[in-house]
């Protein structure tokens, strides 16, 4: 039983990374076409970082992927709490209110944002495509929050405010680490969403701003360069690296105990 | 107004949303260092009235005046009221001490002065040295003590407690019983107490307010309640109780059990249908053939409870319930007697047994 | 009460102008259309023709300004049956993804919760952390495995190679030598349930996370063999993350358009495609928007039925946090 | 600074650092992946950009919006590197709004190992010996304007029953076709998943460079030709900044040096001979035979019936 | 071995994974149909014991026999044995009446006659009519009967109770108490009861296991533990008590208080250092002038009980808790006289007064 559980979770595994195992092995492919191996090589690397444009497509990946996941995730855990505090006939159409960007298609969200900015004389840039990927995230993080709050213990906003916490205090020093692992996750969500967002970028940025979507959908054209799968590459080893760094300082600190009571979970 | 008073409860009703009335109308007034305790059965809203004076729940109507000041629109953080909660409600990512030292923290005491504190409450309910521990590794009882310290430490004016010490054995249970009672007599702190157990009411209170069904039935002294219930449900529940559907043949005089007792009640009118409640221990039993006044019975059953022996004595149709220091083997046949200042005649209320038994009313609830 | 309504305020708003606000626009473009203004021709002055509009400008060039009115024409192009094969295609294609995605998600939240795994949230991190390469080169990649010529492909064909009996089996089958994985309807399937896999996870995993151990105990106490306890307690406990992982799968899995490109060959467009296509290289908005009210009220009422399963009577108590 | 919206890979960015290095000005280097999608941008008017690379019929579309401002030639004096048979094309009749960046055919891409003879007709593309080895272009303005040309019609025919017979022709096709693809072609072509492609002749120098064994043709029926141009936008902010851009690409190197880079052929004659001619011209991609080339045509701007199109378009695909 | 012996526990240690033993080798016999109950101060390993026997936990070493086969490696669905867990754990997610029914409708019982079964247990539990309300909106009592329903639903062989009834007050408890007694013998079940109330332990059980810090102190029947505990704690722990550190002088006659009272013990030696244990109810008050053998003191607080009046007197440096059904007022003087026969005499332990004082060791844990 044990056996079969490991296996599954490898074969998953398996499954999630053998397309990334090939895009690393391409990174260092010595032809520009994924069809063909033209033996080993590392002058896409090297071409990597002189490229102005992946480069600083990169940055605006990276700060906008960051400042729209913090963002949101500040807003949709609030907006969660709120909606959760609401009586349910309102609740629940704010709830299919805050979902609906999720019902439309990629490309109409971004027109409509897009004809939105235009209508609030925005001038389309680093802000536009900053709020629209705000804006298209939050939804995610209040779905992931909201379960978490459900099966929060009633009483413990209570008794922190009884203990003289202003509601805020008590958020952040008692409802905030019990729900902490979904606002993570929302986070985290949110996180992915951006980075990997293209057509609502694509329509609500300006001139000057250019995530790396925009660019790697662009290339497409003409051949995506190899330099994306070393930039890929690069990425995914330091994401790697971060959460195994991170993680090994888990292990030693007494959370970890948590975890052992777990042990007698019967599945 | 009452200079005395710090918390004054005002006609306070609690509509669910289901319908369900709560507390249908209570008003209490309790005075500064005053140490009132809530009794009754489950389910009759000793919680339900604890969160309204916690600011957890808002009255349908009614008024909650402290220190004068209507309260209900202020937020539990605002109030300077603390709880003890029924179900302790403890931090689970927070360690022992990060739980007790949850409020001065709050205030940003000084980190060594909250940290002796917090040793010090955790002293006082027998934890000294848990604070490192985690929530989850406490048992039940040693939950309940923390829930305790981290209440204890902000010093409020008014302390709510439920049930604070449901949780722990006897032994502790007395301890505890006198540490607070001491902390509430030094520190002049208010408490207001929720209890299912009647002796643990009439030992620490100043007074008792007796619940039924989200309505006060009788608030007095301990003595008092005890002494003088003022309808046969309370009689009932705050100590075990034989309550008889009686005749009042005369003033002094009831009839009951197929006799007439003489008694020191008057003023119930001539041949009026009356309850009359008598205490387990007030009934002493005689040998069948003792001269004395009495009923002659069968003993039925027979517990022993540590203290004393609890006995049912059958006489016909009833089954009295009988202490006594002597055990009665089952099957003897004694007079059971009753002096006329143990005997308490009331009116008859809808918890009379002849009337519950009317109405087909089951058990408890 | 007052205060409540305070702290709601900045959400509400936020809503207001980011949600509402925008799908306001696309329900205007949906139910509009544009037609070319009418204008006269006019001779001016020095004897050179212009354009007189309907709003009285005049103009040198010949008009090609349009005009917006509204009309419910795109709603009945839609409903021919040429949209409403694609959109149910799409519904069945994404109602198939889901499943999946359900079906191989919950094992993995359920194992990672339980007593194997140490550390949950670092495999947690290892199941999202292939959405962080872009996924268009994913996708390439996939393409690359399952091809003609891919890798899988070429794999086969040593296998083959290397033991006879194998390739006998095969051929006794009728599989020729390339075996065509891409271009049909299972290859889209394939690569959504490969970009949603992880949105199935995790909520999941983040909700049963949570469930009390004690209740289990409990379930196992009243003699519940763990895979009852799991059917009794563990899946209604985890049902709102069930709820919302579909949620995340199926709705984005119905208006999706690269990947039945490019797994697909084409040969499998989904309404996403169509949708896609009006704003893009058709230019017509009018319709794309229309589309997507469309499909948004579709899946609208889908989730609706979906979540009346989820009937569980949330405590109404006055839940106060802040 | 000025700012440049050009197709994504379109340019080599070594000639942005030495325009920037010539003349101080800094490009901000944007990029899109269709017409449509810059023309959005552009009509929105809430991004200004100031040198844009419209395609034949964008650029007549965005004329006859006004979204385009007039070139002062005076300010662009190497267009005379410009071969002039470029110049006043059916888009831009009097050569106002554009110049000339690069062109290209719409022709077949095969892998000469996997077919019997050069595929010259567009017939090849209904050849039962290629079925499930053939690639189409998943673009209804392109497959089903190749369709019209087979049925002996015009590429830009809007007429109901001309789009009719192009249906019937491709609902027949559609079972031999393995897949309709886009930019996937290259890759596909180069690993040898099919036979034959419908391409543009840019995939095509890009697949042939990678992979001996493919060749191109641009079919005898005649075929598409286009052109991306470059435009400055009406509501540019730099003119002069962008005329200056402008006028460098036309420099002979700069071009040059751009073909080899992007791989389209170029209206740049000064280019070629810097290229050297013989060796440009002996690309079928760059020098398709002239009888070929008069029967192409370019895409015209279709305006409403647009639509059409795309429901014809719609109608192939979704038949299952 | 006995046949009668359903479940034999056979030195259970549980060390958890902090090093800190909870259970140091317990043994204990329970018969077929008996009601044992665990009693002992919080955090002793009551609930560690019954999570041992239940399959929750898995001792560090040791035995645990039920019907003389090791059942330590089942897993407890495989077990016959039901649990009332003292936090509830009922199913949020299932109303009261699916609560109940989860038992039986794991079986595929037949559902008409599981919501018949389901419907006789609520109203045993005093919730009839509580069927279709949902767990979160019942009180604490509510929850805690749902929890015995639950359990009891399954007519397991052994009922495991971890203070079953801790929420509920008074009168109900009693009831409970009767019914959960009248169930046990009319069904055969094995009940083992955890409690912290002495009295309940007294009254319902058949035999009482004294626990202290992971270890059984004593097991015998209520009238052996209330009568004759073997160790000052048992006999603190079972009902308040004064533990005096005595002399005994020789057989039956013993030094206390600065004064020989006659005793009925015997066999301890002479002139050896022995702890005397006096029920605060065997302690008669008299007049200061009662010519009888005892010793004067002065009333030093009075507290009211109810059944009596609890009362300390003080006498040097010690002080007597006394219980009377007559107050006597604070700084009263009175002469406290005990029969030999209330007099036990018991060895010294690590509990007397004089050890605890020497070691320092505090209050309760
Ligand atoms: N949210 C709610 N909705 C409906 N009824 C409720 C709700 N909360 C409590 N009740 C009901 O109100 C009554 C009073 O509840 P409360 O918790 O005040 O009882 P209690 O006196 O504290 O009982 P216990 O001693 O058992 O804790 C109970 O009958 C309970 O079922
Ligand atoms: N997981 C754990 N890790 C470490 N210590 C634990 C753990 N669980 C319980 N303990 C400790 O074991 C001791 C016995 O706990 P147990 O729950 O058995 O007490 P109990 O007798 O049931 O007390 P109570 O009457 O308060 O419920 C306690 O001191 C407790 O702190
Ligand atoms: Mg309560
Ligand atoms: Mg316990």
């Known amino acids: 039983m044990k056996k079969l559980r490991k296996v599954y979770i490898a074969l998953i595994m398996v499954f999630l990374y053998a397309p990334i195992a090939l895009l690393v092995l391409y990174s260092f492919n010595d032809s520009k076409s994924r069809a063909k191996w033209g033996g080993f090589t590392l002058r896409w690397y090297q071409e990597l970082f002189s490229d102005k444009v992946i480069i600083s497509s990169l940055m605006t990946t990276l700060s906008i992927g960051l400042l729209a996941a913090v963002i949101s995730t500040i807003l949709g855990t609030f907006g969660a709490i709120v909606l959760y505090q609401m009586k349910r006939g309102p609740r629940n159409m704010m709830l299919n209110v805050v979902n609906l960007p999720m019902l439309n298609s990629e490309v109409v969200t971004g027109v409509s944002l897009m004809m939105l900015f235009a209508l609030a004389n925005l001038q389309m840039g680093y802000m536009t495509l900053l709020l629209s990927h705000i804006s298209f995230c939050v939804p995610y993080v209040v779905l992931s929050v909201m379960p978490k709050l459900r099966q929060l213990e009633p009483n413990l906003a209570e008794a922190a405010q009884d203990l003289g916490a202003t509601p805020l205090q008590g958020f952040f020093k008692v409802i905030l680490p019990d729900i902490m692992p979904g606002v993570l996750s929302g986070f985290l969500m949110a996180l992915t969403m951006s980075i990997d967002d293209f057509v609502v970028s694509f329509f609500t940025t300006g001139s000057g701003v250019s995530n790396l979507s925009i660019t790697i959908y662009t290339m497409a054209k003409r051949g995506i360069s190899p330099k994306i799968n070393a930039l890929s590459t690069l990425i995914f080893a330091g994401v790697l690296i971060l959460m195994l760094i991170l993680n090994l300082k888990d292990m030693k600190n007494p959370e970890g105990a948590k975890k052992i009571e777990k042990v007698k979970i019967p599945y | 107004m009452d200079n005395n008073i710090i918390l004054s409860i005002r006609n306070v009703k609690v509509v669910f949303e289901d319908g369900f009335t709560a507390l249908g109308g209570v008003s209490i007034d309790i005075g500064q260092n005053e140490f009132v305790t809530l009794l009754g059965p489950s389910g009759c809203g000793k919680t339900t009235l604890l969160r309204c004076i916690g600011g957890f729940e808002k009255p349908t109507s009614g008024e909650i005046l402290y220190k004068g000041e209507n309260i209900i629109p202020l937020p539990p953080y605002k109030r300077n009221i603390n709880t003890v909660f029924q179900r302790y409600a403890l931090f689970p990512h927070m360690n022992v001490a990060q739980n007790v030292a949850f409020g001065p923290s709050l205030r940003r005491e000084d980190k060594k002065q909250i940290s002796a504190r917090v040793s010090e409450m955790l002293e006082l309910v027998g934890l000294a040295g848990f604070e490192k521990r985690r929530i989850s590794s406490l048992s039940g009882g040693q939950q309940q003590r923390v829930a305790i310290a981290r209440a204890l430490i902000n010093s409020p004016d008014v302390l709510l407690l439920d049930e604070p010490l449901g949780a722990l054995d006897l032994k502790l249970r007395r301890e505890m019983q006198l540490e607070l009672k001491r902390i509430q007599r030094e520190s002049g702190i208010t408490f207001i107490f929720v209890t299912h157990d009647q002796e643990e009411a009439l030992t620490m209170s100043d007074r008792v307010a007796v619940m039924r069904a989200g309505e006060i039935l009788q608030l007095g002294t301990p003595v008092d309640i005890y002494n003088e219930p003022e309808s046969a449900f309370v009689a009932d529940f705050i100590g075990a109780s034989n309550i008889l559907p009686s005749t009042m043949v005369r003033d002094h005089l009831v009839h009951f059990l197929g006799t007439d007792f003489p008694c020191a009640d008057s003023g119930f009118g001539e041949n009026n249908p009356v309850d009359v409640v008598l205490r387990p221990e007030d009934v002493k039993l005689k040998p069948e053939s003792d001269p004395a006044n009495g009923v002659v019975g069968v003993v039925e059953s027979l517990l022993f409870k540590g203290v004393h022996y609890e006995m049912k004595v059958r006489t016909g149709a009833d089954a009295l319930l009988v202490h006594s220091t002597h055990a009665r083997q089952v099957g003897t046949r004694v007079k059971m007697t009753v002096a006329p200042e143990d005997i308490q005649v009331m009116r008859k209320s809808d918890y009379s047994p002849d009337v519950r038994a009317r109405k087909g009313e089951g058990g408890a609830q | 009460m007052k205060h409540k309504n305070l702290m709601s305020l900045p959400f509400t708003l936020w809503a207001v102008i980011f949600i509402v606000l925008p799908l306001c626009l696309i329900v205007w473009y949906g139910v509009t259309l544009e037609i070319p203004v009418e204008y006269t021709q006019i001779t001016l002055e020095d004897g050179s023709t212009a354009y007189k509009l309907e709003d009285g400008t005049i103009q040198t060039q010949e008009p090609w300004q349009k005009k917006a009115v509204i009309s419910f024409s795109n709603f009945k192009r839609m409903v021919e049956p040429t949209y409403l094969k694609l959109l149910i295609r799409s519904l069945r294609v994404a109602l198939l993804t889901t499943l999946i995605c359900l079906l191989l998600g919950y094992p993995v939240a359920l194992i990672l919760t339980g007593k194997d795994f140490k550390h949950p949230s670092l495999w947690m991190m290892l199941i999202i952390l292939p959405m962080w390469m872009n996924f268009l080169l994913r996708t390439y990649s996939w393409m690359s495995i399952l091809e003609n010529s891919g890798i899988l492909n070429s794999w086969i064909a040593s296998l083959r190679e290397a033991i006879p009996a194998f390739d006998q089996f095969l051929s006794d089958r009728g599989v020729g030598n390339k075996i065509i994985f891409l271009y049909n309807e299972n290859a889209v399937i394939l690569g959504m349930v490969y970009n949603y896999l992880s949105f199935m996870i995790m909520p999941i995993y983040t909700v049963i996370e949570k469930i009390d151990h004690s209740l289990l105990e409990a379930a196992a106490d009243l003699g519940a063999s763990p895979s009852k306890s799991f059917l009794r307690v563990t899946l209604p406990y985890s049902l709102p993350g069930v709820l919302e992982g579909v949620t995340m799968v199926f709705v984005p899995a119905v208006t999706t358009f690269v990947i039945s490109q490019l797994m697909g060959g084409g040969k499998v467009p989904l309404i996403g495609d169509v949708i896609q296509n009006q704003f893009g290289k058709s230019s017509d908005w009018h319709f794309g928007a229309s589309l997507s009210l469309l499909v948004m009220v579709v899946v609208l009422a889908f989730m609706r039925g979906l979540h009346s399963i989820d009937k569980e009577e949330e405590v109404q108590k006055e839940v106060r946090i802040f | ?320």
């Not at chain 4, 100031?50 to 650029?59: K, L, N, Q, T």
């Open chain 4, 1 to 320: 600074k000025i700012s440049v919206y050009n197709w994504g890979d379109y340019i080599d960015q070594e000639t942005i650092e030495m325009f920037e290095k010539e003349t101080g000005i800094e490009v901000e280097y944007m990029v899109y992946e269709t017409n449509e999608d810059m023309y959005a941008k552009i009509a929105n008017g809430k991004s200004s950009y100031d040198v844009i690379f419209p395609s034949d019929y964008m650029v007549e579309r965005m004329i006859r919006e006004n979204l385009l401002q007039k070139i002062n030639w005076d300010n662009i004096p190497n267009v005379v590197n410009i071969d002039p048979r470029f110049m006043h094309q059916a888009y831009d009749p009097e050569s106002q709004y554009s110049v000339p960046y690069t062109w290209g055919t719409m022709g077949i891409l095969y892998n000469k190992s996997m077919v019997e003879e050069i595929p010259t007709s567009w017939k090849t593309l209904q050849d039962e010996r290629y079925s499930m080895n053939m690639l189409m272009l998943n673009s209804p303005r392109d497959t089903i304007g190749i369709a019209l040309i087979m049925a002996g019609h015009s590429l830009n025919a809007t007429d109901a029953a001309a789009l009719e017979e192009a249906k019937q022709l491709l609902i027949e096709q559609k079972p031999l076709v393995l897949a309709y693809v886009v930019d996937e072609v290259k890759d596909k072509m180069i690993a040898g998943e099919a036979a034959v492609a419908l391409v543009w002749s840019g995939d095509a120098t890009f697949s042939m460079a990678e992979n001996d064994e493919l060749d191109y043709v641009v079919p005898e029926e005649g075929s598409n030709i286009f052109f991306d141009a470059i435009c400055i936008p009406a509501n540019a902010k730099n003119v002069s900044g962008a005329e200056k851009f402008i006028d460098f690409l036309c420099r002979a190197d700069v071009a040059a040096k751009n073909y080899e880079y992007v791989g389209y052929a170029i209206p740049n004659k000064a280019a070629i001979e810097v290229l050297g001619a013989d060796e440009y011209n002996a690309s079928p991609v760059n020098n398709p035979p002239q009888e070929v080339l008069d029967k192409c045509e370019v895409f015209k701007y279709l305006g409403e019936e647009t639509k059409l199109y795309d429901q014809v378009w719609t109608e192939i695909i979704s038949e299952y």
